[in-house]
């Protein structure tokens, strides 16, 4: 079941001689459940992409369907609700909040929606993520891989559609990166949640499903 599917899309900065043309046509869709790389040079247009599927940005052109809904169709307000609820984003800096612990980062998307937190669903969450004796814990009281599984258990909190992490591991070093990976495979196979990981490291590309390549803002091969 199709559950990405990008069409054409295109992204421009300024104009004239300042134009810079991000992502050039970009096409290519992704199924349900599963884990695909995009990776590129930096400058390659992956972190434009990244944020255009994300609703992050809007394009100059071209289409973002998610589940069968062009999410640019949306106005602001509503794509930010949809944003909130259908993808998850995993940042290579984790974007935890410092006053928060670990579990009110985790479920802090859930109380910004007024969602009620399943303590349930939280313990299951905090042993698939290994964080159970650190859920009292603040950022700064954490290691560097603590703080990504952190975000990670951020992402996942809403069971979205489609997780989203920028360069997860460009931030730790190769031990912690090794272990993210495995998370994230764990994660992709376990809870059956489709995820697209950029990366400019193809040894950690090489844990994906499908590995899609970009160039100069267009797709070089893997679509």
Do not use: C, W
């Amino acid at each position: 079941m199709e559950i990405l599917k990008v069409e054409n899309l295109t992204k421009v900065y300024g104009k004239d001689t300042t134009k810079v043309v991000a992502l050039d046509h970009v096409s290519f869709t992704v199924e349900k459940g599963e884990f695909v790389a995009i990776v590129g040079a930096s400058g390659s247009g992956k972190s434009t992409l990244l944020h255009l599927i994300g609703g992050v940005d809007r394009p100059t052109s071209g289409k973002v369907f998610i589940d069968g809904q062009d999410i640019f169709n949306f106005d602001d307000d509503k794509l930010a609700i949809f944003r909130r609820r259908q993808v998850g984003l995993i940042y290579q800096f984790y974007n935890l909040i410092p006053i928060l612990n670990v579990e009110e980062n985790i479920t802090l998307p859930l109380a910004l929606d007024n969602r009620k937190i399943d303590k349930e669903e939280l313990e299951e969450m905090l042993k698939h993520l290994g964080l159970q004796n650190r859920r009292n814990h603040l950022p700064n009281e954490l290691s560097g891989g603590q703080q990504q599984r952190t975000s990670i258990g951020r992402a996942l909190i809403t069971r979205p559609t489609i997780i989203l992490a920028d360069e997860p591991t460009g931030n730790l070093d190769s031990k912690a990166s090794e272990e993210i990976v495995a998370l994230l495979k764990k994660t992709n196979k376990e809870l059956k949640q489709t995820i697209i990981m950029i990366t400019h490291n193809l040894d950690i590309a090489a844990s994906a499903d499908r590995i899609i390549k970009l160039e100069d803002g267009k797709i070089t091969s893997g679509d």
